[in-house]
């Protein structure tokens, strides 16, 4: 039986938007640098200045019509990140989220989705946006099972996102009915004891409504350091190449979720470069991303 293909949502469709227009071009004509098992699945993200959005602040500030338009391009789907998990009624009538919809709803080709939290905006979206499709938001925080087995239940939700630490609860997740619709998050560096994952998302939903409020102030452990992929690797939870071809994929699971919308250009190309490029492969592309003078990698 031919194995499923694993298809990769990587970050920062507006943020990185930059890269991508110097990465994307390698993909199509450089096939021999990539490995053939797996595929770009979606690009996620949100410009600046958006109320919906979530998870992380957005901060691109390229046209969003010249942005699906590359998408388009590559015959990529493309995901707008409207995951604020505290929008109220009065919210719903953002222009510049609409607009957004608007635009990548009636794109035409590959279907574009929306990646969200809150069940007022879903309904929304579902009642004016039709041709979106949804993905249940890792910010809803899924770590008890049974959550997990009852979003994947809902037909609302072409994919759900669960919390990371559900990746490696394989005697659970091998009696899962929907395992076409669950998206693994490959390379969290978030502390798997903590305990204010919910909270440290519900302040970035509070500063894209514009509310006054203090930065979450991470208490893991090394938790000042940043993300460090290197350290991710090291987490229980992570996903690596070899996990997704050798368990994910033969359990039927097909679906993986890279996350650094705030990471920099140069750290999303050491996600490109690990997840997608053969190791033989993985200098010249390199070089061939560093060497543009016009790519500010850092």
Not at 79 to 94: A, C, G, I, K, Y
Not at 148 to 174: C, G, I, Q, S, W
Not at 176 to 181: A, G, Q, S, V
């Amino acid at each position: 039986m031919k194995q499923e293909k694993a298809y990769y949502h990587l970050p920062g469709l507006f943020e990185f938007y930059e890269l991508y227009r110097e990465f994307l071009p390698l993909y199509r004509g450089h096939r021999e640098y990539f490995y053939d098992w797996c595929s770009i699945g979606s690009i996620y993200g949100a410009p600046a200045d958006c109320i919906w959005g979530g998870g992380r602040t957005g901060f691109g500030g390229n046209d969003p019509k010249a942005v699906l338009a590359l998408m388009q391009e590559y015959g990529i789907s493309a995901r707008l990140t409207f995951s604020n998990s505290l929008l109220r009624e009065e919210h719903l009538s953002d222009r510049k989220c609409n607009a957004l919809c608007a635009l990548f709803a009636q794109s035409g080709g590959v279907e574009n989705g929306v990646i969200l939290h809150s069940e007022l905006l879903l309904e929304y979206l579902r009642t004016h946006y039709p041709q979106l499709y949804l993905v249940s938001s890792t910010t809803k925080v899924l770590t008890d099972f049974r959550q997990l087995r009852d979003e994947t239940a809902r037909e609302e939700f072409r994919y759900v996102v669960p919390d990371f630490r559900l990746n490696k609860a394989f005697d659970r997740l091998a009696g899962l009915k929907e395992k076409r619709k669950v998206e693994f998050l490959c390379n969290e560096c978030c502390w798997p004891g903590c305990r204010e994952r919910k909270e440290c998302y519900e302040n970035v939903s509070r500063k894209n409504l514009g509310e006054r409020c203090p930065d979450h102030i991470c208490a893991a452990p090394e938790g000042e350091k940043g993300y460090r992929f290197s350290a991710a690797m090291k987490n229980p939870a992570f996903i690596g190449i070899r996990d997704i071809r050798e368990t994910y994929l033969p359990m039927g699971f097909s679906q993986f979720k890279i996350e650094g919308r705030g990471l920099g250009s140069a750290m999303l190309l050491e996600f490109i470069l690990y997840y997608l490029t053969k190791p033989e492969y993985q200098l010249p592309l390199r070089e061939e991303m560093y060497l543009d003078s016009v790519l500010d990698l850092f």
